[in-house]
């Protein structure tokens, strides 16, 4: 007897059609002795107050952590602790493609940079924490196999031996005719309704196969979704018959992440909105092992302008080097910065929520994925920019000592050297017009700390003589005889200033900057003039930190010689 196995027949003899699965699951799986029941057991529901979310980022192992992930990530991590939940890091390594040699740590390295906990999952290559693991896919082939089976045996997954020459040209001939939908289904299905016998001929002569999914799908009726961010979101059913296991016996993405957050009691699925497409096969195939289906949540693209007419684009792994989390940990920016900025872009609320509650803790903040823009967010090394220096200019000089030290370490080593031979002296510097009212917002991050204080190292030193504003080079020179004359190292700051002023008047200069800007034309400048002279004299800048701290840190010796070169040179 001819049996077919596709449902039409199904009604005509279920008993014997229910047989034939089940001879041709053990057929194809005789190693797999579990049941799905066994897995429920290992991994029963997580022991959470109603409303707790467990989340998930799902990387594969590239080596390469991009912006946007962080941004997920972030997204997963901030949702689970916002309601008391659990979020966890799987590695999804089912693509060998786009796999490289340990491309676990580069990712696990971004998130230790960057302050990115989770509560489970892979710490590390080859290590991992939490008891719904192994939390790496090309370790749970048992899984797949086991819930494969079990599809098999309800007739909702069936072998395909057609051979990759076969498909190309099945997508050729799709393309030539301009199917509007393309993949293995109906006509094209052709190892969908093969029998048992002619499956145990293609098994007995040694044809590799992949397992499909057997979709009941109809592409005249919708699957509608609510997706917490974008909300409902409806699409025709799908209609494909998908491989969810590949020829090695490891399963598509597809597959795999079903029964992952099943079983790891994911009950939020937040990833990247270019997975919306494919939802309804995963909907289709949550259902089909009989699983409840996760809320869905596809967070926008990270995007940048593109040139000057206003459009944006994703940015870049091949374009844009600040895709890469790891270019942010080269240049230095700290990571209270990244993810403060990554924060104003995620939640429409949060600058309000710092607001109220400035020097909270970053992770503490109610996050709502609700809140989060469905249109792509523009990143802008601007802002970042500006809300690290506000952040750098609120540490200490321990801290600033500390974090560029640490920085300095693998990236500088040259500046390293220099602040390590005499912390003290390094924490001087680093210490002006800092833990004061208005402290100066010059550093956005470490590797800028070598082009704030050249001119405290003779090393990195190399001044250039020039006249600051309209001042010429005859006063310049008066004012540095002046100054010479007069200088007392052991002047604090309004000594110090109080004697500038006093120079003023017989050089032609006045101490009064508004009386200047009513009549310039009695005098020659004013006293911010004739402190520039002091101030490029001495470093070789106009604008710079507190000058008579400078001073006092370079000592007597060197601002007498500086101050002399520069009289001479000019
Ligand atoms: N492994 C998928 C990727 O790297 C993750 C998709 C998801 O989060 O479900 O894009």
Known sequence: MNIKMDKNYY?????????????????????????????????????????ARVTRFAPSPTGYLHIGGLFGALTD???ARATGGVSFLRIEDTDKKREIDDGVSAIIEGFRAFGVEFDEGVTGFGTEKGDYGPYTQ???????????????????????????DELSAMRDEQENSGAL??????????????????????????????????????DDKKVIFDDIIRGKIEMPENTIDEVILKSDGIPTYHFAHVCDDHFMRTTHVIRGEEWISSTPKHIALFKACGYKVPKYAHTPQVMKLDGDDGNKRKLSKRKDPEAAVSYFVEKGIPKESLIEYLLTLLNSNFEDWRRANPGANVFSFPFNLKKMSSSGCLFDLVKLTDISKNIISEMNGETVLARTLEWAETYDKELFDLMDRDRAYTLGILSIDRDCPKPRKDIAMWSQVKDYIPYFYDELYHPEYFLPGSVTSEDAKAIIDKYIEIYDENDDKDAWFAKIKDMCAPLGFTPNVKEYKKNPELFKGHVGDVSSVIRVAVTSRTNTPDLCSIMKLLGRDKVIKRLKTFREEI
């Open 11 to 51: 009604f005509s003899d279920e008993v014997y059609m229910l047989n034939n699965y089940e001879t041709l699951a053990e057929l194809l799986f005789p190693d797999i002795t579990k049941t799905p029941e066994d897995y429920e057991n290992i991994y029963p529901p997580r022991p959470l107050r109603e409303g």
């Open 77 to 79: 991590v901030l949702t």
């Open 138 to 164: 090309s370790r749970r082939a048992e899984i797949y196999q086991t819930i494969a089976k079990s599809l098999v045996k309800k007739g909702l997954a069936y072998p395909c031996f057609c051979t990759s």
């Open 181 to 218: 939908i393309r993949g293995y289904f109906g006509k094209w299905a052709k190892c969908r309704n093969l029998t048992l016998d002619e499956i145990k001929k293609n098994l007995a002569d040694g044809k590799p196969w992949t397992l499909r999914f057997r979709s009941d799908g109809s």
